[in-house]
T-cell receptor
Framework: SQTIHQWPATLVQPVGSPLSLECTVEGTSNPNLYWYRQAAGRGLQLLFYSVGIGQISSEVPQNLSASRPQDRQFILSSKKLLLSDSGFYLC????????????FGDGTRLSIL | LAKTTQPISMDSYEGQEVNITCSHNNIATNDYITWYQQFPSQGPRFIIQGYKTKVTNEVASLFIPADRKSSTLSLPRVSLSDTAVYYCLVGDYDYKLSFGAGTTVTVRA
């Protein structure tokens, strides 16, 4: 069966520091991968998605970037964090076939001080 | 992506059936309807997906009328552990989902 791993589960970072959140998927090949952010009490906002290695599409221009160095690895990064980057970050995957649901990781709670 | 409208909150009691209706008037021909459940500090969990008529799995049923402009998620005999936020999404899911605020379902003893 397929599994998705996100780490760390929680992270506290000072303003201006760099960020690297990692997501890996097991048990599938060539998945679509996604990064979302969720503000408190709100729905999920899609940040980036990828349909293959090195292929990244950005949905919202901001202080963040994403990379996919391997088929089942998706990384969310920032060079200098802002207070507004605080939130709950979720990684998701889906099979490349159409009309398959996305499956989410357990998320990373990021607090910027 | 088709916009969805669902109630902000619903209250229920243990053992009752909970029905959450979602409106999606501009659903496209290729769009599917998917429901997720989310607990605090966890990622959304896939519940059920359908295209038309009725779909049932071990946890829920999804009713979709012929015009597909709405759908109803039915949770039979809810328990306290079903207290969560439920999201209705519509799209072809090739690339991206648009999550609204969802419906907060509170189950009381």
């Amino acid at each position: 069966s397929q599994t998705i791993h996100q780490w760390p589960a929680t992270l506290v970072q000072p303003v201006g520091s760099p960020l690297s959140l990692e997501c890996t998927v097991e048990g599938t090949s060539n998945p679509n991968l996604y990064w979302y952010r969720q503000a408190a009490g709100r729905g999920l906002q899609l940040l980036f998605y990828s349909v293959g290695i090195g292929q990244i599409s950005s949905e919202v221009p901001q202080n963040l970037s994403a990379s996919r160095p391997q088929d089942r690895q998706f990384i969310l990064s920032s060079k200098k964090l802002l207070l507004s980057d605080s939130g709950f970050y979720l990684c998701a995957w889906k099979e490349g076939r159409q009309n398959q649901p996305q499956h989410f990781g357990d998320g990373t709670r990021l607090s910027i001080l | 992506l088709a916009k969805t409208t669902q109630p902000i909150s619903m209250d229920s009691y243990e053992g009752q059936e909970v029905n959450i209706t979602c409106s999606h008037n501009n659903i496209a021909t290729n769009d599917y309807i998917t429901w997720y459940q989310q607990f605090p500090s966890q990622g959304p969990r896939f519940i059920i997906q359908g295209y038309k008529t009725k779909v049932t799995n071990e946890v829920a049923s999804l009713f979709i009328p012929a015009d597909r402009k709405s759908s109803t998620l039915s949770l039979p005999r809810v328990s306290l552990s079903d207290t969560a936020v439920y999201y209705c999404l519509v799209g072809d899911y090739d690339y991206k989902l648009s999550f609204g605020a969802g419906t907060t379902v509170t189950v009381r003893a």
